[in-house]
């Protein structure tokens, strides 16, 4: 069993940063998939970035297309952490952030991810 607790969220003006992380429980978390989805008032939750490891200590980033470029994924597996740094934030931006992971370590942009945590408040002011 995973369990993932998520820190970070809170409020910002539109055009600033925040950086969400998410710590994990576990001794597998290296080969772990990490993920981060979203969720607005109304609106389905949303995929936001992943990251799978490749080899190494190299892992891939994935991210969707409306977050590209002000979005980064990053993880520290002596952590066991998954971190999301959001840059230029925008009003739109404003969702309960959750954190997932998977030991498939396979990046999937659905709701099929073993496990959640339990989502993070991030509002943007315009």
């Known amino acids: 069993q995973v369990q993932l607790v998520e820190s970070g969220g809170g409020l910002v003006q539109a055009g600033g940063s925040l950086r969400l992380s998410c710590a994990a429980s576990?001794?597998?978390?290296?080969?772990?998939?990490m993920g981060w989805f979203r969720q607005a008032p109304g609106k389905e939750r949303e995929f936001v970035a992943g990251t799978r490891w490749r080899s190494g200590n190299i892992y891939y980033g994935d991210y969707a297309d409306s977050v590209k470029g002000r979005f980064t994924i990053s993880r520290d597996n002596a952590k066991n952490t998954v971190y999301l740094q959001m840059n230029n934030l925008k009003p739109e931006d404003t969702a309960v952030y959750y954190c997932?992971?998977?030991?498939?370590?396979?990046?999937?942009?659905?709701?099929?991810?073993?496990?959640w945590g339990q989502g993070n408040q991030v509002t943007v002011s315009s």
């Open positions: 997932a992971a998977d030991p498939s370590n396979g990046v999937t942009t659905t709701l099929s991810w073993t496990y």
């Open positions: 576990g001794r597998t978390f290296r080969s772990y998939a």
